[in-house]
C-alpha cells in the first residue's frame, strides 16, 4: 500500500506500460483533456499517412488494370518502376510516427512493397525455359535502337563498334533519319556491304535484319510506297526466319512507337492528341505481332524497343513466351537512357522474349552509349537439335 497522501499505481496515466494509449503528457492541455496543438498536429499526421497508404494502394490496383489498356493511362505508364519501391519505402519510414495504426499499417506497406518490387522487376530473370546446359547451336545476337542511324555519330567509329560486335544476326531499329518531324528515309546498302560482308540485309520500314546464317524467309508488311507510309504503316516487328543448324528458327525485330514526345507541353491539345495516336498505333502493333505469333510454327526469338518499361511485367506482347532479364545486381536492369541525356536511367525498355524450345544462357545489356540513348542487347541463344520421333 502507498504511503498516505500519494497515488495509487490505478491512479497513474500510463502506468500499466501502454505507451500508446493517449498523446504525451506535453500534448495536452492545463485540463488532461489530450486536446492541444502538438496532440492535434499528430492525429492529422496519422491521418495523412492513413490517406496517402490508401491512395497508393488504389494507384497500384488501378495500374495493374488499366496499363496497357487506356490511352490516357500512358501518362502513369512512363513513371520509372522503381517508384513502385521508392513510395512504400518512404510510407513505412514515418510509419512510427503514426502509432495508433503503425501494427496494421507497417503489414500493409510491406505487402505494397513486395508487390511493387515485383512488378518493377526485381528478382526477374527468366520466366521458365528449357535447359540451358542442354547442347544445340548456339547463335550470337545484337540488338540495338540506334538512335538515328549515325545522324550525329563518327560513321567510322558507328560502323567499327558494330563490326566489334561478331554477331551471328543482328536486329537493328532506327534505321532512318529524323528531320523537320518527320522520318527520312535512308539507304546504306553500299556501306553495310562493305563493312559487313557475307550478311544477308533485310530492311522493313526503320528495322534492319543482317545475318550471316542463311535466310529462309522475309515476311515483309505490303504499304504503299509513298510519303512516309513506309515509316506509318510498315511493320514494326520485322519478322526473319534464319536456318539454325537443322532447324528454322523466327527472329522478330521490334520497335513499338513511343508513348509521346519529351518536350511536348502536356497542356496542348496536340500533345492528347498524339498520346492517343500512339496508344492506338502500339495497339494495333501488338495484335499484329500476337497474331502472327500465334499461327508461326518455328520456335522464336523477339527483342528491341518495346518503348514500355512494363512489358515484362502488365504487357505481354507474345502470350506464353519467356521473358528474359540480365543479371543487373541488387537493382533491377535498366536501358535508358545510357546516353548525354537529362535524365538518370531508370528505366528498361529493351526487352528479350523467347518461345519453343530456345534457351538463352548468355543475356546482358553492352555498350552502345556513345552512340545511342539505348544500350545494345548482347545474347546467346541455343537452338537444341531436332527432336527424333
Request: proline letters at 9%.
Amino acid at each position: 500500500m502507498p504511503p498516505s497522501g500519494l497515488p495509487g499505481t490505478d491512479d497513474v496515466p500510463g502506468a500499466d506500460g501502454d505507451r500508446t494509449a493517449g498523446p504525451p503528457p506535453d500534448a495536452r492541455t492545463a485540463d488532461g483533456t489530450g486536446e492541444g496543438p502538438r496532440a492535434r498536429r499528430w492525429c492529422r499526421g496519422t491521418l495523412l499517412l492513413v490517406a496517402a497508404t490508401g491512395a497508393w494502394a488504389l494507384l497500384l490496383v488501378l495500374h495493374v488494370l488499366l496499363a496497357g489498356r487506356w490511352w490516357l493511362w500512358l501518362l502513369v505508364e512512363a513513371v520509372p518502376p522503381l517508384t513502385l519501391v521508392a513510395v512504400p519505402l518512404l510510407l513505412l519510414a514515418v510509419t512510427p510516427l503514426a502509432r495508433p495504426v503503425r501494427r496494421w499499417l507497417a503489414p500493409v506497406l510491406v505487402l505494397l512493397l513486395l508487390a511493387g518490387a515485383h512488378l518493377a522487376g526485381f528478382g526477374a530473370v527468366v520466366r521458365g525455359g528449357p535447359d540451358t546446359t542442354a547442347g544445340g547451336t548456339q547463335v550470337k545476337v545484337f540488338a540495338w535502337s540506334t538512335d538515328y542511324w549515325r545522324m550525329d555519330d563518327d560513321e567510322q567509329d558507328f560502323y567499327a563498334f558494330l563490326r566489334r560486335q561478331d554477331a551471328d544476326v543482328y536486329l537493328l531499329q532506327e534505321y532512318l533519319y529524323w528531320q523537320d518531324d518527320e522520318p527520312v528515309r535512308i539507304d546504306d546498302t553500299a556501306r553495310l556491304r562493305e563493312e559487313l560482308p557475307g550478311y544477308h540485309i533485310s530492311v522493313e520500314g526503320e528495322l534492319l535484319t543482317l545475318s550471316r546464317l542463311p535466310v529462309v524467309a522475309e515476311h515483309h508488311r505490303r504499304v504503299p510506297d509513298t510519303g512516309t507510309a513506309w515509316y506509318r504503316e510498315g511493320s514494326k516487328a520485322q519478322r526473319t526466319d534464319i536456318r539454325v543448324g537443322d532447324r528454322t528458327v523466327s527472329f522478330y525485330n521490334v520497335h513499338m512507337p513511343v508513348p509521346f514526345q519529351v518536350g511536348d507541353n502536356p497542356l496542348s491539345g496536340r500533345f492528347y492528341r498524339f498520346l492517343r495516336d500512339q496508344y492506338d498505333w502500339r495497339d494495333r502493333e501488338l495484335a499484329a505481332l500476337r497474331a502472327d505469333l500465334a499461327e508461326n510454327p518455328h520456335p522464336a526469338l523477339l527483342t528491341g524497343d518495346f518503348n514500355s518499361p512494363w512489358t515484362g511485367s502488365l504487357l505481354d506482347p507474345a502470350p506464353g513466351s519467356r521473358a528474359h532479364s540480365p543479371a543487373s545486381g541488387v537493382l533491377p536492369a535498366r536501358s535508358w537512357p545510357v546516353s548525354d541525356y537529362p535524365l538518370p536511367r531508370l528505366w528498361r525498355l529493351d526487352w528479350l522474349f523467347t518461345t519453343g524450345d530456345l534457351a538463352v544462357p548468355g543475356y546482358r545489356f553492352g555498350g552502345g552509349g556513345d552512340f545511342s540513348d539505348h544500350a545494345a542487347q548482347e545474347i546467346r541463344l541455343v537452338v537444341p537439335g531436332p527432336t527424333t520421333p
